[in-house]
Nanobody, 123 residues
Framework: QVQLVESGGGLVQAGGSLRLSCVAS????????MGWFRQVPGKERELVAG????????YYADSVKGRFIISRDNAKNTGYLQMDSLTSEDTAVYYC????????????????WGQGTQVTVSS
């Protein structure tokens, strides 16, 4: 069993930055691809970024490309999402999740999920 705990959310002004962290328990994190999702009430959950287990391959949704950076430190069992140039459209609950395979694929299921952290961008 893997537990994921997100942190780093909060209230920020438009144009500002936040860095989200996702700390994983267990010994499988370094062998698992991971992703960051976000969800706004009444809307579908959106995959915003993904990264391979080794950190060499990344994916970004068009909505965040050029503004968000996903990374990970397997020695610390931690994943990150650096978010810059935030807009009100980025307001959502952000979740991290891991896949069962080391390569990232949007079509593969995500097995473990964190509880989410709220990001609110004021305009």
């Amino acid at each position: 069993q893997v537990q994921l705990v997100e942190s780093g959310g909060g209230l920020v002004q438009a144009g500002g930055s936040l860095r989200l962290s996702c700390v994983a328990s267990g010994r499988t994190f370094s062998r698992s691809a991971m992703g960051w999702f976000r969800q706004v009430p009444g809307k579908e959950r959106e995959l915003v970024a993904g990264i391979r287990s080794g950190g060499s391959g990344t994916y970004y949704a068009d909505s965040v490309k050029g503004r968000f950076i996903i990374s990970r430190d397997n020695a610390k069992n931690t994943g990150y999402l650096q978010m810059d140039s935030l807009t009100s459209e980025d307001t959502a609950v952000y979740y991290c999740a891991t896949q069962t395979t080391p390569w990232f694929s949007r079509s593969d299921p995500f097995q473990y999920w964190g509880q989410g952290t709220q990001v609110t961008v004021s305009s």
